[in-house]
């Protein structure tokens, strides 16, 4: 059976203080709660990450550290990037690749995605790939057609061995930041079609292995029910992962 993962991205957010006192917040009610049923993970700025693995360890916390982004190429004149060798080193086991942010604000297109994804798994990191359909993809009826479309562009650029080792986020884009959420049933349809493209490409072994998160404004008053799905097995969480009382509830859901 497929372990729930529960991972918050924090974007850009908080500052200094605010993002420790966070994460020692999460400590505490790590320690304090019942996290048996899940892996955690918390995506902090990269700036904080050195900082949070610290914490995390001399804590002797089992949350685990991922990265928001990384550069599509392993070092050179590429100034402001950082690599996925610089995030692994620092302690980070797992990078956001092809969030809708990236591709709408940074411009990212699937040759970038599928040379960052290539250099996430060469330093042995988890690519975490979002894949998601804006409203009028949905509305028009394209919304499988423009999920499959990605899993091709990028994903299918890999071999089973490789695409074993990653987890996918579904993220329609019209229920990021929107207070609107894909229903449960919805939900359930489209992580129930990403694994079936998995399946036939890759095989049973493949689909069966590969933990599909939810991206779409998960909060404590509809995460069980989103998670009771069988094909939805856990969540990328925004807003709600930085407040510590918020992200404790679906953990715990």
Request: glycine letters at 8%.
């Amino acid at each position: 059976m497929r372990k729930r993962l529960i991972a918050g991205n924090w974007k850009m957010n908080m500052h200094w203080n605010e993002a420790m006192t966070l994460i020692s917040e999460l400590v505490q009610k790590e320690s304090e709660g019942n996290w048996r049923n899940a892996d955690v993970t918390i995506i902090p700025p990269s700036i904080y990450l050195r900082s949070a693995f610290e914490f995390l360890k001399n804590s002797g916390s089992k949350i685990e550290l991922g990265a928001q982004n990384v550069a599509a190429t392993e070092n050179g004149a590429f100034t402001g990037e950082v690599s996925a060798s610089m995030v692994h080193q620092i302690g980070t086991s797992l990078v956001l690749v092809g969030h809708s942010e990236r591709r709408e604000y940074f411009a990212e297109n699937d040759e970038a995605l599928v040379n960052k994804i290539r250099c996430v798994l060469d330093q042995n990191l988890t690519p975490l790939f979002c894949c998601g359909e804006h409203l009028d993809h949905r509305n028009s009826g394209n919304h499988e057609s423009t999920i499959l479309h990605q899993l091709e562009s990028v994903v299918f650029e890999f071999t089973a061995d490789e695409v074993s080792n990653m987890i996918i986020a579904y993220e329609p884009i019209w229920a990021i930041g929107t207070g609107e959420t894909a229903s449960p049933q919805q939900a359930q349809e489209m992580h129930a079609f990403i694994r079936t493209s998995i399946q036939k490409k890759f095989g049973n072994e493949v689909s069966n292995k590969l933990r599909i998160l939810y991206g779409g404004s998960m909060n404590p008053e509809n995460a069980a029910e989103l998670l009771a799905q069988p094909d939805v097995d856990g969540g990328l969480i925004g807003g709600a992962s930085i407040d510590a009382n918020k992200f404790q509830a679906i953990i715990e859901a």
